[in-house]
């Protein structure tokens, strides 16, 4: 588990405290470096870690209750500053990522098409089929927070498009229309986009693996 790099986010905050700056990382992250800087401090030793995120917050406490730590927190802005005192407990036999809540509520999802056609098989039906789906899914109660376009996908959101009105209900409902920009470029299609925003593979990827679910139709 210290392939998280933490040591250099661990510091003395005084002269008798370490202090763990876990600000701008999520779960599980703040929870093994606070795992590990308890282990290296004696039993009776204060502690101080900082977080940024409402969801670490929550579970860093749940994390020291269950040892028998104290928690008292301060919080300036966004920032929260938790104090505890190292417990006379076996923290080798803790496993931090059990108490790693997501951030995410369970029910969200992106929707990633990749291709302008839905199913293989007869063209004409993979249209048809397509056009039903994204008229469907803008009348979905729990709607997507992306539907990311890959490949041909990204000619659906083209002037010409027959769907191109319902990504952009879509849109104005909350949804974020993601187009890949290396195939936007591929396809030559930079003058022609009518709805969405160009993106780059790493802000896809991360968005793919930070959601709940991923649905490619």
């Known amino acids: ?27 599980p992250q703040p929870l093994i ?35 028998g730590a104290e928690a008292k927190v301060t919080t300036s802005g966004k920032v929260h500053t938790i104090i505890t005192i190292r417990p006379d407990s076996n923290l080798t036999d803790t496993e931090p990522e059990l108490y ?3 951030c995410l509520p369970i029910n969200t999802y992106v929707v990633c098409i990749q291709n302008n056609l839905m199913g293989s098989g007869d063209p004409e039906l993979g249209k048809v089929l397509m056009e039903s789906f994204l008229e469907n899914l803008k ?27 319902a990504l952009s209900e879509l849109e104005e409902l909350g949804t974020r229309i993601m187009l890949c920009g290396t195939c936007i470029d591929h396809y030559g299609l930079q003058y022609d986009i009518a709805v969405g925003m160009i993106s780059n593979m790493v802000v896809i990827t991360e968005t793919l693996a930070a959601t709940g679910h991923v649905i490619y139709p």
């Open 1 to 27: 588990m210290k392939n998280w790099q933490s040591s250099s986010r661990i510091s003395y905050f005084c002269a008798h405290m370490k202090t763990v700056d876990s600000q701008g990382l999520r779960c």
């Open 33 to 67: 470096m606070l795992k590990e800087a308890l282990q290296e401090i004696s039993v009776g030793e204060s502690l101080s870690i900082i977080t940024d995120n409402e969801t670490s917050l929550k579970n860093l406490i749940t994390f020291l209750k269950d040892q």
């Open 139 to 165: 009348l979905q109660e729990n709607l997507p927070t992306h539907v990311v376009l890959l490949n041909a996908g990204v000619k659906l959101a083209m002037k010409q498009s027959p769907v191109c009105s």
């Open 100 to 102: 790693c809540e997501s």
